[in-house]
Every structure is written in C-alpha cells, then in structure tokens.
C-alpha cells in the first residue's frame, strides 16, 4: 500500500521557519522524481519545489528561492522541505507528490493527504 505521509506543518510567525517532512512507504522510494506542492485557499495548487530521485537536480517556484531548500534522504525513504523567513503568502496546504520514472508504464502519480503551514502574527 502506498503511503505518503507528511508532518511538521503548524503556524509559525512571520520571518520564522518550518520544516516539513514526507515520510513515503509502498513504493521504490528512491527511482521516483519528488516535489512539494500547495495551495493555497481560493487558489489553485502550484509545484514549490522539486528533487530528482538521486537528489542531483532540484528546481525551486520564483517565490520561493533563496527561502526554501528541498532535500531527500532516499535510505530512510523521506523528503524535507526546510522553509526560512516564512511571509504571511506562504500559507496553504503542503502536499508531497511521487512521480515514477518514465521507464514506468503507465506512469504512478502519488500524493500525500497534505500539511497545513499558516503564517501568521
């Protein structure tokens, strides 16, 4: 049974920090590209940050650059989503995804039940 689950969300303060992990189980954890997402509400979900499988490539959305670092630790089978200097617009709904590699046919999309991160003074 595949699993995704992620913690560590909660509600911090403005410039303050979290860390989100992704704990997978169910599937070859570390063939699969992994990504965090959120949405905010009222807004559609948008990628925010993305690592290969071996953690060589990583891509990161324009609004969270030089705040946010991604990383995958694949011998415990966990993602993390280290998030600084936190701004009010980073509140929303964070979601791990797992995407299988493209030898994969058909491809598996898999997602997490999401972690709420709110922002706030």
């Known amino acids: 049974q595949v699993q995704l689950v992620e913690s560590g969300g909660g509600l911090v303060q403005p410039g303050g920090s979290l860390t989100l992990s992704c704990a997978a189980s169910g599937f070859t954890f570390s063939t699969y590209l992994m990504s965090w997402y959120r949405q905010a509400p009222g807004k559609e979900r948008e990628s925010v940050a993305t690592?290969?499988?071996?953690?060589?490539?990583?891509n990161y959305a324009d609004s969270v650059k030089g705040r946010f670092t991604i990383s995958r630790y694949n011998a415990e089978n966990t993602m993390y989503l280290q998030m600084n200097s936190l701004k009010p617009e980073d509140t929303a709904v964070y979601y791990c995804?797992?995407?299988?590699?493209?030898?994969?046919?058909?491809?598996?999309?898999?997602w997490g039940q999401g972690t709420q991160v709110t922002v706030s003074s």
């Open positions: 995804n797992a995407v299988s590699p493209a030898y994969y046919s058909p491809r598996r999309i898999y």
């Open positions: 690592i290969s499988s071996t953690g060589g490539m990583i």
